[in-house]
């Protein structure tokens, strides 16, 4: 089966951190490994189940 996962962050600052951009994307990446890196709490090991 094919999905299409989209992932949005939005903040509410008026300056862009490219820093900020950087750790959302490595956290989705790790959230979508088979072998995370990350520490998974209860509620993103239910999320990645469905």
Do not use: C, H, R
């Not at 300056?15 to 709490?41: A, H, T, W």
């Amino acid at each position: 089966m094919d999905a299409e996962i989209i992932f949005i962050q939005s903040k509410t600052t008026s300056s862009f951190s490219g820093s900020d951009v950087g750790s959302f994307i490595y956290g989705v990446k790790d959230f979508l490994s088979d072998e995370p890196k990350m520490v998974q709490n209860e509620k993103i090991i239910n999320a990645k189940n469905i």
